[in-house]
């Protein structure tokens, strides 16, 4: 830079030219910085943006496996033998002698009613027996009598040393002696059946359980006149093992339950908890027609209930053995997709790319389905992201951690 050395005004020029010197340089640095930033940034708009990679998805190769097949059907239990506990005889409710709602044996004592007027009852007839028991002791005693006279009169007559009217009379006393050994002992026997009666009445006033099972609510209480005419019962006895059980099958299943009543079939029952209990059912029966407005039959059970946990009138499921097969294709039920009545299974191909296939399903075997048609041993479903794949995407497999096997069979 040169400096020109003036007089006056020589100071201002000088530092006037340092001034625009500076700002010079200043605005070079700018436009260097702004062709920098713009070729920074059309460079970035070059260059392309990375493709995503393939999404994962879980697979699962399909095996064969044995597999027992089951059908399950809705079914409620009932009460087959329930009893309604009534009186016998006529009284007034002395004591109730069991708990509502617990379990009572045959036998066991329910109600005892007023019996004084039974008891009283039960020795007026022995009294009457008693004193029938006596007249046939003094009938036969005449009896006696009037043998003895036959046998005294008869030879005296022949000798002619007695009249034969006296030999007549003794023979009519002994005809209607012997009549009278005869009425009496029916008298006996007559009061004996009152004495049976009574004592039977007496029985009567104590009411028993007549079979073993839950008893329910009493409908009458302590005081309350029993009646044998009343159309009320005193309560209800529900026996609960074994428990019987009714549902409904098709028409076209019916040869199936018709040749299970031999045995061949095996059942369980489902709890509405899904629990199922260690024991096998068996048939009983099944009814002789077919409702015609839902072409159903109803087939009824029996199931062991020994600690009584199953009650009459249960929602409960019936779980039918069906068949066995052997090798069957089984694919997660969550893996089956199905569009306007079609069913299909995405598969994994040796390039990785996704495929749709249509499948026919079978029967259900606990959450799996067996697939009839359009699978083969080795093939790879997706059974999990399936949300975010379609034909003909590529993705990357990866194995699946569901179990193949069947649980809780």
Do not use: C
């Not at 100071?11 to 030219?17: G, K, P, R």
């Not at 640095?29 to 392309?48: M, S």
């Not at 943006?49 to 809705?74: I, K, M, N, Q």
């Not at 024991?279 to 159903?296: A, D, F, I, K, W």
């Amino acid at each position: 830079m040169t400096v020109i050395k003036m007089t006056g005004g020589a100071t201002l020029m000088t530092a006037t030219v340092r001034r625009r010197t500076y700002w010079t340089a200043a605005g070079i640095l700018i436009v260097a910085v702004a062709i920098g930033l713009l070729a920074t940034t059309h460079g970035k708009a070059a260059t392309k943006p990375a493709p995503p990679p393939p999404p994962e998805v879980s697979v699962l190769h399909v095996e064969g496996e044995d597999v027992a097949t089951y059908r399950e059907y809705p079914a409620r239990t009932y009460a087959r033998d329930l009893v309604e506990v009534r009186g016998r005889v006529d009284g007034y409710v002395d004591r109730r002698a069991f708990d509502i709602g617990s379990d009572v044996r045959a036998g066991q004592v329910l109600y005892v009613l007023d019996m004084r007027p039974y008891e009283a009852e039960v020795e007026r007839a022995r009294g009457a027996l008693a004193q029938a028991t006596a007249d046939i002791a003094q009938a036969e005693a005449a009896l006696l009598k009037a043998r003895q006279d036959v046998e005294r009169l008869e030879p005296l007559v022949k000798e002619e040393a007695a009249a034969r009217q006296d030999l007549d009379n003794a023979l009519a006393a002994r005809q209607a002696s012997e009549a009278a050994v005869v009425a009496r002992k029916a008298t006996v026997e007559a009061n004996r059946a009152i004495l049976r009666s009574a004592e039977l009445n007496l029985e009567y006033a104590t009411i028993r359980a007549p079979i073993s099972g839950r008893v329910g609510d009493s409908l009458l209480q302590v005081g309350g006149l029993v009646t044998k005419t009343s159309p009320q019962p005193l309560t209800t006895i529900v026996p609960l093992d074994p428990v019987w059980v009714r549902f409904q099958v098709s028409e076209a299943e019916l040869p199936l339950f018709e040749s299970g009543k031999r045995g061949s079939l095996a059942i369980e029952l489902v709890l509405s908890d899904g629990s199922v209990p260690a024991v096998q059912g068996h048939l009983e029966n099944t009814l002789n027609s077919v409702n015609t407005r839902t072409g159903t039959l109803e087939v009824q059970a029996t199931f062991r209930n020994q600690d009584h946990t199953v009650l009459p009138g249960q929602f409960v499921r019936v779980r039918v053995r069906t068949a066995e097969r052997r090798q069957a294709l089984l694919v997660p039920q969550s893996a089956v997709q199905e569009l306007q009545g079609q069913q299909s299974v995405l598969t994994v191909g040796a390039d990785n790319i996704v495929q749709a296939r249509a499948v026919v399903t079978g029967d259900r075997v606990d959450q799996r389905w067996i697939v009839e048609q359009g699978l083969k041993t080795g093939d790879a479903i997706v059974v999990d992201g399936l949300q975010k794949v379609r034909a003909g995407t590529r993705v990357t497999p990866r194995a699946s951690s569901v179990s193949t096997r069947t649980n809780g069979r």
